[in-house]
């Protein structure tokens, strides 16, 4: 970068930080766009506007939702979100797919879906980023609800579809992780993975009206489980809610349930440990993100890897042999290829 | 290495190789020592010897046990592996403890702990590695797995006491995983972990003679919160079984549903695809543990590591700048230090 370059970039940070501190969607929008860049010099953008504005963040309430498709994510996210905007708050609802970037299904990828809350003002919606694989689109989601929090947005839902690890991603950057279910356990155990129940702050079975005996039964059953399955923790029991979100019942007692989390969590000083802990996982996320794709990258790497997999797969190599000598091929010194 | 120390460990390995074929202890304890040794030519030999003998491997049924202190760890696996000697098994027990290092409560450290069982011919013993992270011993682990089953075990036996995330480990490296409980819920809930019981093929009531109504109770609740939280597999629905090891009821019908287990999953191909995708994993754990302990070791990120991270705890960096500032120091030029 030359002394112009500089400059510029200088301006354009200064720009977007005082942009995004008064509020203006645009600002934010480019900021965010920026930080999911791949290029070098929008990245840095990104950072320094992320750094100058990180004493304006902390202060939002960060909530977490997954559930299955069909559970009604989107209805249950545009009815709580007007719900919140009655009550005087400013609402962010960002997303982490990872599979958006494979085309097709992204959720969050046609605003219509939300059109109610999309259009009022005080809500802000960000569809997932569209490339990378789930570190770098969950670091971009964690870099846009920061950016939010200093744009004076004071909740921010953050939506997973739940493709592999993307729960745990979610669960990683919120304060409170919502579990959302369809009462007709026949369908949707298929799609409960492994343990995503135990991340859970507070479970929801959605379409309470469609049955609501089998919804009842179903919220008992998984009230006993989570006795039997989960720590009895000092500061929280995750409760297990019913609502029918698009006739809007049980939305309020759902946001007064939150509230009382972040104030258990709160109080017993769990929130601050909790946000701390988040923060290192992420750097750490982000390094050993990078250490593993300049690895990957490396020119011998590439060329020794499926030979390796292949001996592994085969099971004549060992894999503490495979990953000894892909490590030296990195390490070897520099020599031309033959 | 010089010509005469490259001939030594020739020898050297010839002979662990074939002292392991022909089945000899003390051939088994030492390259199992050496694979855990942390220096560099005893890592290479015990390489050199577990790919020999890897043509050797993977007849073995390994089975993987967690339950909390005091659940009966020791009781249950000494009985079962009596059990398993008398049906004409030779059976190796080894554990995953990461907490052994830091001394105290070292599972399997004493011998005694299982004393018929060290004694009888045809059992094998290794106390967990008493030295590094979990990821290191747990890949000691896998090491000493595949070079007992060259050896002739044809039932490996894994414990782990359950610390951190130990029992992904060991669930990792085995075909059956097995969650060990007690019937008095009231105590051992705080202990259960989140995930734990979702990672788990086969669930044991212990003790169930100390309170058969109790017992039966909790495996009855059991069972119907593994119904509402697992998904429900084509090829293996996870049993609750009631066992009293002290008295050996019931070990019997747990071998049995082991083997049932073991059955659906090769009869599915499940088992196959299972190990190759545990002996991929191993792989990448050791080349990200590799990678993430060169970075932790070079000079300039030693140095700048405790700023950047007490930055972010402050709150006055945010990780992604704290990432690239720490990815920066190691890949800058060599530069000496002022």
């Not at 964690?142 to 739940?162: F, H, K, P, S």
């Not at 089998?214 to 008992?220: D, F, I, L």
């Not at 923790?233 to 509230?259: E, K, M, N, Y």
Request: charged share 20%; glycine share 10%.
């Amino acid at each position: 970068m030359n002394g112009d370059e500089a400059e510029q970039q200088n301006m354009r940070v200064a720009e977007l930080v005082s942009g995004i501190r008064e509020g203006q969607p645009r600002a934010l929008a480019k900021a965010i766009t920026q930080a999911e860049s791949t290029r070098a010099d929008h990245q840095g953008c990104a950072r320094r506007v992320l750094d100058a504005l990180l004493p304006d963040t902390g202060q939002a309430i960060r909530v977490g939702i997954t559930g299955v498709p069909g559970v009604g994510k989107s209805t249950f996210i545009e009815v709580l979100g007007l719900h919140l905007l009655a009550l005087g708050h400013r609402v962010a609802v960002l997303a982490v797919d990872p599979s958006s970037s494979l085309g097709g299904g992204a959720i969050l990828g046609d605003k219509t879906r939300m059109e109610l809350l999309a259009r009022a003002p005080g809500a802000y919606i960000r569809p997932s980023p569209t490339s990378g694989a789930l570190g770098g689109v969950a670091a971009h989601t964690r870099e846009a609800m920061l950016l939010c929090e200093a744009a004076g947005y004071d909740v921010i839902l953050v939506e997973t579809v739940g493709v592999g690890q993307s729960e745990t991603a979610v669960a990683g950057m919120t304060d409170s992780f919502v579990l959302l279910q369809l009462p007709n356990a026949g369908d949707d155990l298929q799609a409960i993975k492994k343990g995503v129940v135990e991340l859970a702050d507070l479970i929801v079975y959605n379409k309470a009206d469609l049955d609501p005996l089998a919804s009842e039964v179903a919220a008992g059953q998984m009230k006993s489980a989570l006795t039997l399955l989960r720590p009895v923790s000092q500061h929280w029991r995750p409760p297990v809610l019913q609502v029918c979100a698009t006739r809007g019942d049980g939305v309020a007692p759902f946001w007064a349930t939150i509230l009382a989390h972040h104030k258990a969590m709160q109080d017993s000083g769990e929130l601050v440990r909790k946000r701390r802990r988040q923060a290192l996982d992420w750097m750490w996320g982000l390094i050993d993100g990078s250490l593993r794709a300049r690895f990957e990258q490396h020119a011998r790497v590439r060329a020794a890897l499926p030979i390796q997999v292949a001996a592994v797969l085969a099971g004549t190599v060992s894999p503490t042999t495979a990953a000894a000598a892909l490590l030296d091929a990195m390490s070897a010194p520099e020599m031309p290829l033959q």
